[in-house]
């Protein structure tokens, strides 16, 4: 082989277990819409991003352990004995990282009986021999063993994006021997991690100096009879049988039977547009934008259609046969409440009429035509389609087919929000917008009409072949009511609410900038007076330096830049020194300053309110998503955060703002689906839920015996069951072992056994029939429960038991939402219902009406859905969303 060949080796185990934890203390943030976490999987293409570039291999390979019985076991059954178990959150990670792997065109493999390490070890060897530079990459310093003058091998150093090079002149340098010499050394010191024992009382040192003196462990003991009487020498002779088998246990194999060679395993580099779609699927938006990836030039797929033109005569044609039409009406830009409509095409299914002359949607018989509720249309989005006319004083009614929501309905695993990707689906070859327009600075509008018009006529073409064949297949899942009664009527209600918007003072967020900003002057003069000197308190690296080199605090965690000052090490420093918690809560007003004070005030438009998008297809459970901006996600659990709801205010002075929440909604959801009696009563005898389980689970005899910490860990208990979460997960929430929260989490299905057959009765149904479904049938596929992987099957497990939950809590909020609005319009009411947040709802009303409000919102959501127990609202109003909470 050629000397600029060059493999690259990853120990995928090690690799991953360490980006884990590197990203740990955001477990929470990064988390797809499926529930999946993510932080690992994040981590480690952050490293791989780096080494590739600085590597550049022209081989790769990712070697992971097949499992816990190796060789090594059967010579030491205790090997590895006392490591603890891998958390689920990352296990259910492990087969993400090798999609990712796969996608980034390296190879993985394992092999029955032999470790990651010696997969390493045969590969790095084979490559050295033929000339190959090789590079190691792993968390494990026991690879060390493998260092030449062709192998380097980088060993993570706190995280994965930083590495230590193990090269025989460092090896020489760090231990004194070479990096032969660390086999012998783990054979005199055993190693605690892999459990193996060594020789009694030896230690690194210890280890080193015999190695340095003698050579080796045989060496060692050809001399141990010449050494002086010592408690040392006595250790040697008593533990020779231990030395030898550590030394075994600690040599990689260098000759492992693989399957594979170097020819196998050429590297030539991301395969994109699976890579671009993977990376979307996990909302991995910094590594899409990091993506030089070339859009193709589709513009040869589309068919060549013959596209008439828009016209007042053809709009007359059109309208006057009684006939059901396809509408496009393309928007340009990512919020479609500001992006001009640049195109129009209408198809009877064998004409297409098109223009790029929006002037057309002044022609009275077509806005006539949109606005009838008896003429019927297809089309992809109506919630979009709804608002980007109403800008051009165009109201549109009569839909029944919206591509995206049937689609989204069909399967939402496999979220569509383009119709290029729903035509895909059924072997239909569109453009993307994406590859249509282009992406980011590339992302234009064509300059030839005509390109652009062919384009909607095609969209519409695919349209009117799929419509029968989709509303069939959702007809045949029991679905057609889901989207006949809730999906597509509330995307009527949604474009309402995101029209009207909610009127936000921006006059009163300025004066919050100016509060809080004087606010933060204050802590920042008060942290340079504790401090004793002044820095800059937005870098880790001066705030490291104060903290632990002139405070001297405790260091807790170093990263490559010098010492963590992270959210999760300054939590643990708080109580060493007042000038910690200051900076935490100069940390937390700054960045709700920063997005939502300043941040709020870009998104509010001319008429003083600010029109929120509502995603209805994203999730899978059915919960509703806001985005430019996200209202729902206003931090309310600081006083701060709190405060910026006092911006929000109804459009007139003599109205206020209606609040109406749900209690509870999912775990009464579980109440109901489980048929758990002891829950059941709770919620009837309107009993305070976590107050109860906390009686229950501690085994009390009455809930005035509940302690305020006893009741917040039966909560996060009673949420943690309803999203599957683990010993793990709630050992974190709670600050708790694992061994504890495992002990909770046995004690609550005991205490609810109902809830325990539910769990065990939705993974079988999951299992005969490949999904779940909610109360309104709202289905979600599970094609991993039957998956042969155990993480992969575990956390299929895991949604199909908190999916319908979730589910249907989205589903109930949906139809109120509707039924809500039915009865605003019936009784003749002023009020404007404005906001979804979770699962509560936010009206504008004129005072006059609250009294009103006050009876029918809870009559209407109470009486939503039927359940097992009552469904419980609170209402609240005010002159501010912070006052109506």
Same mark, same amino acid.
């Given at each position: 082989?050629?000397?600029?060949?060059?493999?690259?080796?990853?120990?995928?185990?090690?690799?991953?277990?360490?980006?884990?934890?590197?990203?740990?203390?955001?477990?929470?943030?990064?988390?797809?819409?499926?529930?999946?976490?993510?932080?690992?999987?994040?981590?480690?293409?952050?490293?791989?991003?780096?080494?590739?570039?600085?590597?550049?291999?022209?081989?790769?390979?990712?070697?992971?352990?097949?499992?816990?019985?190796?060789?090594?076991?059967?010579?030491?059954?205790?090997?590895?004995?006392?490591?603890?178990?891998?958390?689920?959150?990352?296990?259910?990670?492990?087969?993400?990282?090798?999609?990712?792997?796969?996608?980034?065109?390296?190879?993985?493999?394992?092999?029955?009986?032999?470790?990651?390490?010696?997969?390493?070890?045969?590969?790095?060897?084979?490559?050295?021999?033929?000339?190959?530079?090789?590079?190691?990459?792993?968390?494990?310093?026991?690879?060390?063993?493998?260092?030449?003058?062709?192998?380097?091998?980088?060993?993570?150093?706190?995280?994965?994006?930083?590495?230590?090079?193990?090269?025989?002149?460092?090896?020489?340098?760090?231990?004194?021997?070479?990096?032969?010499?660390?086999?012998?050394?783990?054979?005199?010191?055993?190693?605690?991690?892999?459990?193996?024992?060594?020789?009694?009382?030896?230690?690194?040192?210890?280890?080193?100096?015999?190695?340095?003196?003698?050579?080796?462990?045989?060496?060692?003991?050809?001399?141990?009879?010449?050494?002086?009487?010592?408690?040392?020498?006595?250790?040697?002779?008593?533990?020779?049988?231990?030395?030898?088998?550590?030394?075994?246990?600690?040599?990689?194999?260098?000759?492992?039977?693989?399957?594979?060679?170097?020819?196998?395993?050429?590297?030539?580099?991301?395969?994109?547009?699976?890579?671009?779609?993977?990376?979307?699927?996990?909302?991995?938006?910094?590594?899409?934008?990091?993506?030089?990836?070339?859009?193709?030039?589709?513009?040869?797929?589309?068919?060549?259609?013959?596209?008439?033109?828009?016209?007042?005569?053809?709009?007359?044609?059109?309208?006057?046969?009684?006939?059901?039409?396809?509408?496009?009406?393309?928007?340009?830009?990512?919020?479609?409440?500001?992006?001009?409509?640049?195109?129009?095409?209408?198809?009877?299914?064998?004409?297409?009429?098109?223009?790029?002359?929006?002037?057309?949607?002044?022609?009275?018989?077509?806005?006539?035509?949109?606005?009838?509720?008896?003429?019927?249309?297809?089309?992809?989005?109506?919630?979009?389609?709804?608002?980007?006319?109403?800008?051009?004083?165009?109201?549109?009614?009569?839909?029944?087919?919206?591509?995206?929501?049937?689609?989204?309905?069909?399967?939402?695993?496999?979220?569509?929000?383009?119709?290029?990707?729903?035509?895909?689906?059924?072997?239909?070859?569109?453009?993307?917008?994406?590859?249509?327009?282009?992406?980011?600075?590339?992302?234009?509008?064509?300059?030839?009409?005509?390109?652009?018009?062919?384009?909607?006529?095609?969209?519409?073409?695919?349209?009117?072949?799929?419509?029968?064949?989709?509303?069939?297949?959702?007809?045949?899942?029991? !679905?057609? =009511?889901?989207?006949? *009664?809730? +999906?597509?009527?509330?995307?009527?209600? /949604? $474009? @309402?609410? #995101?029209?009207?918007?909610?009127?936000? !003072?921006? =006059?009163?967020?300025? *004066?919050? +900038?100016?509060?809080?900003?004087?606010? /933060? $002057? @204050?802590? #920042?003069?008060?942290?340079?007076?504790?401090?004793?000197?002044?820095?800059?308190?937005?870098?880790?690296?001066?705030?490291?330096?104060?903290?632990?080199?002139?405070?001297?605090?405790?260091?807790?965690?170093?990263?490559?830049?010098?010492?963590?000052?992270?959210?999760?090490?300054?939590?643990?420093?708080?109580?060493?020194?007042?000038?910690?918690?200051?900076?935490?809560?100069?940390?937390?007003?700054?960045?709700?300053?920063?997005?939502?004070?300043?941040?709020?005030?870009?998104?509010?438009?001319?008429?003083?309110?600010?029109?929120?998008?509502?995603?209805?297809?994203?999730?899978?459970?059915?919960?509703?998503?806001?985005?430019?901006?996200?209202?729902?996600?206003?931090?309310?659990?600081?006083?701060?955060?709190?405060?910026?709801?006092?911006?929000?205010?109804?459009?007139?002075?003599?109205?206020?703002?209606?609040?109406?929440?749900?209690?509870?909604?999912?775990?009464?959801?579980?109440?109901?689906?489980?048929?758990?009696?002891?829950?059941?009563?709770?919620?009837?005898?309107?009993?305070?839920?976590?107050?109860?389980?906390?009686?229950?689970?501690?085994?009390?005899?009455?809930?005035?015996?509940?302690?305020?910490?006893?009741?917040?860990?039966?909560?996060?208990?009673?949420?943690?069951?309803?999203?599957?979460?683990?010993?793990?997960?709630?050992?974190?929430?709670?600050?708790?072992?694992?061994?504890?929260?495992?002990?909770?989490?046995?004690?609550?299905?005991?205490?609810?056994?109902?809830?325990?057959?539910?769990?065990?009765?939705?993974?079988?149904?999951?299992?005969?029939?490949?999904?779940?479904?909610?109360?309104?049938?709202?289905?979600?596929?599970?094609?991993?429960?039957?998956?042969?992987?155990?993480?992969?099957?575990?956390?299929?497990?895991?949604?199909?038991?908190?999916?319908?939950?979730?589910?249907?809590?989205?589903?109930?909020?949906?139809?109120?939402?509707?039924?809500?609005?039915?009865?605003?319009?019936?009784?003749?009411?002023?009020?404007?219902?404005?906001?979804?947040?979770?699962?509560?709802?936010?009206?504008?009303?004129?005072?006059?009406?609250?009294?009103?409000?006050?009876?029918?919102?809870?009559?209407?959501?109470?009486?939503?859905?039927?359940?097992?127990?009552?469904?419980?609202?609170?209402?609240?109003?005010?002159?501010?969303?912070?006052?109506?909470?």
């Amino acid at each position: 082989m050629s000397e600029n060949k060059k493999l690259l080796l990853i120990d995928g185990n090690s690799v991953s277990f360490r980006a884990f934890f590197a990203m740990h203390n955001v477990l929470d943030k990064f988390v797809t819409g499926e529930g999946i976490h993510t932080n690992a999987l994040y981590a480690f293409n952050n490293m791989l991003e780096i080494i590739l570039k600085d590597e550049k291999p022209t081989h790769a390979l990712v070697a992971f352990d097949a499992g816990k019985t190796t060789f090594r076991t059967e010579m030491f059954k205790e090997y590895k004995g006392t490591r603890a178990k891998t958390p689920p959150e990352l296990m259910e990670q492990l087969p993400l990282i090798q999609d990712l792997l796969n996608y980034r065109g390296i190879k993985t493999y394992e092999l029955p009986n032999y470790e990651a390490d010696d997969i390493i070890g045969t590969m790095s060897h084979k490559a050295a021999n033929e000339g190959m530079d090789v590079t190691i990459i792993t968390g494990d310093r026991d690879l060390t063993q493998l260092s030449t003058d062709k192998i380097t091998v980088k060993v993570n150093v706190k995280g994965v994006t930083e590495t230590e090079s193990y090269t025989p002149e460092h090896v020489k340098e760090k231990l004194g021997n070479t990096p032969k010499q660390i086999i012998d050394m783990k054979g005199l010191m055993g190693d605690n991690s892999d459990h193996y024992p060594g020789v009694e009382k030896v230690g690194e040192k210890t280890a080193i100096k015999l190695i340095n003196q003698y050579g080796s462990v045989e060496d060692v003991y050809d001399h141990v009879d010449e050494m002086k009487k010592s408690k040392l020498k006595e250790h040697l002779i008593n533990d020779k049988d231990k030395a030898f088998l550590s030394k075994k246990l600690a040599t990689i194999d260098l000759d492992a039977p693989i399957e594979i060679g170097l020819s196998d395993v050429e590297y030539h580099g991301d395969n994109q547009e699976q890579l671009m779609q993977f990376y979307q699927k996990m909302n991995f938006k910094s590594f899409l934008d990091r993506m030089d990836a070339p859009t193709k030039d589709s513009t040869a797929e589309l068919a060549d259609l013959d596209v008439k033109e828009l016209n007042k005569a053809s709009v007359e044609k059109l309208v006057q046969e009684n006939q059901t039409l396809t509408l496009i009406v393309e928007g340009f830009g990512d919020n479609y409440h500001t992006s001009p409509i640049i195109g129009l095409m209408i198809s009877d299914g064998k004409n297409y009429y098109g223009t790029t002359d929006f002037s057309i949607l002044e022609n009275e018989a077509l806005k006539a035509w949109l606005a009838d509720s008896s003429k019927e249309k297809y089309l992809f989005d109506n919630k979009a389609t709804i608002a980007m006319l109403h800008r051009y004083g165009c109201e549109i009614d009569g839909v029944t087919f919206d591509m995206l929501l049937v689609a989204y309905l069909l399967d939402s695993n496999d979220n569509k929000q383009d119709i290029g990707l729903v035509a895909r689906n059924y072997n239909i070859n569109l453009p993307t917008e994406d590859e249509f327009y282009g992406k980011g600075v590339k992302k234009a509008v064509p300059e030839d009409d005509d390109l652009l018009l062919k384009f909607l006529a095609q969209k519409a073409q695919v349209i009117d072949k799929l419509k029968d064949k989709m509303m069939a297949e959702l007809k045949d899942n029991d !679905q057609d =009511s889901l989207y006949d *009664e809730i +999906e597509l009527p509330l995307s009527k209600v /949604l $474009a @309402e609410m #995101e029209i009207k918007g909610i009127t936000v !003072q921006a =006059s009163k967020l300025k *004066e919050m +900038e100016n509060t809080f900003g004087a606010k /933060l $002057a @204050e802590i #920042e003069k008060d942290i340079y007076k504790d401090a004793g000197k002044e820095f800059n308190i937005n870098s880790p690296k001066q705030l490291g330096v104060v903290l632990f080199e002139d405070l001297k605090l405790p260091v807790i965690k170093k990263t490559k830049t010098g010492y963590s000052t992270s959210v999760d090490v300054l939590e643990k420093l708080k109580d060493k020194s007042p000038l910690v918690q200051k900076v935490l809560d100069y940390r937390q007003i700054s960045k709700i300053q920063s997005t939502y004070v300043v941040g709020l005030q870009k998104f509010i438009q001319p008429d003083n309110k600010i029109h929120t998008i509502y995603l209805q297809t994203l999730t899978q459970t059915g919960r509703l998503s806001s985005i430019e901006p996200n209202l729902q996600n206003i931090p309310i659990r600081v006083d701060e955060g709190k405060k910026i709801r006092k911006a929000f205010v109804p459009q007139h002075d003599d109205w206020e703002i209606f609040s109406a929440d749900y209690s509870q909604v999912e775990l009464r959801v579980l109440a109901h689906i489980s048929g758990d009696e002891h829950m059941q009563e709770a919620f009837k005898e309107d009993y305070d839920i976590h107050a109860h389980t906390a009686m229950r689970i501690f085994g009390l005899n009455s809930t005035d015996e509940v302690t305020p910490n006893m009741r917040r860990q039966a909560k996060a208990t009673n949420f943690g069951i309803v999203y599957g979460i683990s010993d793990y997960g709630l050992s974190q929430n709670i600050g708790i072992s694992r061994k504890q929260a495992g002990a909770f989490i046995d004690s609550y299905f005991e205490q609810y056994p109902g809830v325990k057959q539910y769990m065990d009765d939705i993974v079988k149904y999951a299992r005969e029939n490949g999904y779940v479904e909610t109360i309104m049938h709202r289905r979600r596929y599970l094609p991993d429960i039957h998956s042969k992987n155990f993480n992969v099957r575990n956390f299929a497990k895991r949604t199909a038991m908190n999916t319908p939950i979730q589910g249907s809590a989205a589903d109930i909020i949906k139809v109120a939402m509707i039924n809500m609005q039915k009865m605003l319009e019936k009784e003749k009411l002023q009020a404007n219902l404005l906001l979804q947040v979770h699962d509560e709802m936010i009206f504008e009303a004129p005072k006059s009406e609250i009294e009103t409000l006050e009876k029918l919102v809870p009559s209407v959501m109470d009486s939503a859905v039927k359940l097992d127990v009552p469904l419980k609202v609170e209402t609240a109003h005010g002159k501010t969303w912070y006052e109506a909470k």
